[in-house]
């Protein structure tokens, strides 16, 4: 069972920013499932890496084709990135004295921040690296 499944309206527009978002909403759905499972713990960690990890991947991935092909809400949308950076780096600290709940909260949040961050946010590239690279661009 999953808790999100890809939908096309998720989609950008631009195939390799998909791919990324698609491996988010796996991780997504593998912490779910750890906590279905009472493997919290583990999950939390594993959780925590791959965001840690994509974080700083996906989000420069995003701002390096917004950069180069002269994206006007570039600024914003670090911004945004920059938002869960934080959020990450925050959960990461408090991992490390007490996990009670902290699998859920970071379930909570990630199912609300990344289609949030998705729909409205990410989004709005789409149609304008489409319309100048393609979906191609990588
Ligand atoms: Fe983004």
């Known amino acids: 069972m999953t808790v999100i499944s890809w939908k ?3 989609a950008t527009g631009i195939i390799a920013l998909d791919d990324e978002h698609r491996q988010l909403i796996d991780q997504i759905n ?4 750890a906590i279905r499972d009472k493997q919290e713990e583990t999950a939390l ?3 925590l890496k791959m965001l840690e990890y994509y974080t700083l991947t996906h989000f420069q991935h995003e701002e390096n084709l917004m ?3 002269g994206f006007p809400g570039l600024e914003e949308h670090k911004k945004k990135h920059q ?3 934080v959020i990450v ?3 990461k600290m408090r991992a490390s004295s007490d996990t009670d709940g902290l699998a859920q909260e970071l379930l909570r949040l990630l199912r609300t921040w990344v289609l949030e961050h ?3 946010v990410d989004k709005q590239y789409g149609p304008f690296l489409e319309s100048r ?3 191609f661009i990588s």
């Not at 593998?30 to 499932?33: D, K, M, Q, T």
């Open 8 to 10: 096309k309206v998720y």
């Open 30 to 33: 593998r912490l779910y499932e």
């Open 45 to 47: 960690n594993d959780s």
């Open 67 to 69: 950069m180069e092909y």
């Open 83 to 85: 938002e869960l950076i």
């Open 89 to 91: 780096q925050d959960l």
């Open 118 to 120: 998705i729909l409205d």
């Open 133 to 135: 690279g393609g979906r």
